[in-house]
């Protein structure tokens, strides 16, 4: 028993002490449990109005129309605590607060890693990345075999890369065409970003002629 703010009675805990205004961990679960149950109850059922946001969280509903209300209330929410100091640094303070003191990195970069441990995870945030590039159609599967297939080694340079490292230069990067969204090959850091700065075979050749020209000169 205790007495919680607001009132002059003592209260159990449970989810009344949780509405009276405590946030105890035993209100907290009791809360918890309560939404928990009532969703469990109304998932699938059709909302009394789409574009709620009940009825995304509570009802599950996940038409264009409330998702989009979801996501365009989540980004009101954001842009109104940007920029203000987060009540507690930490991974809560970097995405919702946009705080990037040391705390805050440092919580979001150990949540991404703990996060991207789990194979299935990492395989579909390379899929997801790999995808908002313009790689049309390319799995984690398709990038394992190609792997294989180049001994593990840049298409171009024949350096040795990886398929996951924390060096972005040893990781080995999917080539592909930009206009088509056709994958290539896999190369090195260094070879991807020359095939993309060159633009076409022609630059490149040309690029090539320059080195060949200035061999051995002293500029």
């Not at 954001?78 to 640094?89: C, D, S």
């Not at 088509?180 to 993309?196: D, Q, Y």
Request: net charge positive.
């Amino acid at each position: 028993m205790a007495v919680f703010p607001g009132t002059t009675k003592d209260v159990k805990h449970g989810q009344y002490g949780y509405n009276t205004g405590c946030r105890c961990d035993i209100c907290r679960d009791a809360k918890r449990e309560v939404s928990r149950k009532r969703r469990e109850r109304l998932q699938g059922t059709e909302p009394p109005e789409h574009g709620t946001s009940q009825s995304y969280s509570v009802y599950g509903c996940r038409c264009d129309v409330c998702v989009e209300a979801r996501k365009q209330k989540r980004d009101e929410y954001k842009a109104g605590l940007r920029g203000k100091e987060p009540p507690e640094h930490g991974l809560t303070g970097y995405s919702i607060y946009g705080c990037r003191c040391e705390v805050c990195v440092l919580a979001r970069k150990e949540s991404d890693m703990k996060r991207l441990d789990d194979p299935k995870n990492y395989e579909a945030e390379k899929e997801r990345c790999w995808k908002k590039y313009g790689i049309i159609g390319f799995t984690y599967s398709n990038y394992r075999t190609m792997y294989k297939k180049q001994d593990g080694r840049c298409a171009i340079c024949s350096e040795r890369i990886e398929m996951r490292s924390q060096n972005k230069a040893k990781v080995a990067n999917v080539d592909h065409d930009h206009s088509t969204g056709a994958v290539r090959a896999l190369l090195c850091n260094g070879c991807n970003r020359m095939i993309g700065n060159g633009k076409n075979p022609d630059i490149l050749r040309k690029g090539a002629a320059y080195l060949e020209y200035y061999e051995g000169e002293k500029l």
